[in-house]
C-alpha cells in the first residue's frame, strides 16, 4: 500500500495537532474546514492525511489503520478521536454509543443567553435535501429528542462564550439548539449568524473529551487551549 508523501511544512502541521496517541489511540486537534471522513466533495479526509502522515513517520510498508469512531463536522474545529487498532475502533464504537465517552465544547455566540446556564430539550428534525436541522413543536416520526447544557463564561467586546455540554448526539444538535434559543454561533451563517469568518469556519469547538481508554482501562481527559483565532482577551470574567 502506497501512500501520498506530505510536505515538510503539512508534516510538521500534523504532528503539532497530535493531543494524544499510542498504539490503539490518536487524538487530534481538527481545523475547521477540514473533514473526518471522505464525502462527496472528493477532498481529502483527516484519515487517510493520518495513514500517510503514520506510514511515512513509521516507515509502514503496508497497509496504516486509522478508523473513525466519531465525526466532527467540517465549518467546526476540536478534538477528534481516531482507532488505530480494529480492537480499539470496535470498543469506541460502542462507547460512543453509549454516551461513555463524555465531550464538551466551547462557542462564541453573537448574543448573550436568557439564562447563565441551562438545560435545553429539543425535538429536532433532519432535514436532508438543506442538510440542516430544526426545532419542532412537537415529537413526529422524524423528530429526535436533543439535550444539552450550557454554561454562560463570559462576554468579549462584541461576542459572548458559552460551554456546552452534549447529552445526546444528533445532526448540527449544538449549532441548531443555541440559535433557536437566541444565540446562533459566530460565522454560522446556516443557522442565524450575521457573516461568515475569513476562514469559512464556525466558533464552535469540541475543546475537551473524557473517557476510558477502550483497551488499557485508564482514564482520559484531554483538553484544548481557547481558539486563538477567536481573538478572546486573556483572562475575561464575567461580572
Known amino acids: 500500500m502506497e501512500y501520498r508523501i506530505l510536505s515538510s511544512a503539512e508534516y510538521e502541521s500534523i504532528a503539532a495537532r497530535i493531543v494524544y496517541e499510542d498504539n490503539h489511540l490518536l487524538v487530534f486537534d481538527k481545523r475547521a474546514g477540514e473533514i473526518v471522513q471522505g464525502d462527496k466533495t472528493g477532498d481529502e479526509a483527516l484519515c487517510e492525511t493520518l495513514k500517510a502522515f503514520v506510514a511515512g513517520r513509521d516507515s509502514k510498508p503496508g497497509k496504516v ?8 463536522d467540517r465549518p467546526v474545529c476540536g478534538l477528534c478521536v481516531f482507532a488505530k487498532t480494529s ?19 466551547r462557542a462564541l455566540c453573537c448574543a448573550a443567553p436568557p439564562s447563565d446556564e441551562g438545560l435545553l430539550e429539543d425535538w429536532l428534525e433532519r432535514n436532508e435535501k438543506l442538510n440542516k436541522s430544526f426545532v419542532t413543536r412537537k415529537p413526529g416520526p422524524k423528530a429526535k429528542l436533543a439535550r444539552l447544557r450550557y454554561r454562560y463564561l463570559f462576554p468579549t467586546l462584541h461576542y459572548h462564550l458559552l460551554e456546552i455540554e452534549l447529552l445526546t448526539g444528533r445532526h448540527h444538535q449544538i449549532r441548531c439548539q443555541l440559535s433557536h434559543m437566541g444565540c446562533p454561533i459566530k460565522g454560522d451563517l446556516k443557522y442565524g449568524a450575521p457573516r461568515s469568518n475569513p476562514d469559512g469556519g464556525i466558533c464552535l469547538q469540541a475543546w475537551r473529551i473524557t ?21 478572546i482577551p486573556a483572562g475575561p470574567t464575567k461580572a
Open 65 to 72: 489503520f486509522m478508523g473513525v469512531p466519531h465525526r466532527l
Open 87 to 105: 480492537k480499539a475502533l470496535e470498543r469506541l464504537n460502542e462507547m460512543f454509543r453509549n454516551s461513555e465517552v463524555h465531550k464538551s465544547y
Open 211 to 231: 473517557l476510558v481508554h477502550p483497551v488499557r482501562k485508564s482514564e482520559l481527559d484531554l483538553q484544548l487551549p481557547i481558539p486563538s483565532g477567536w481573538k
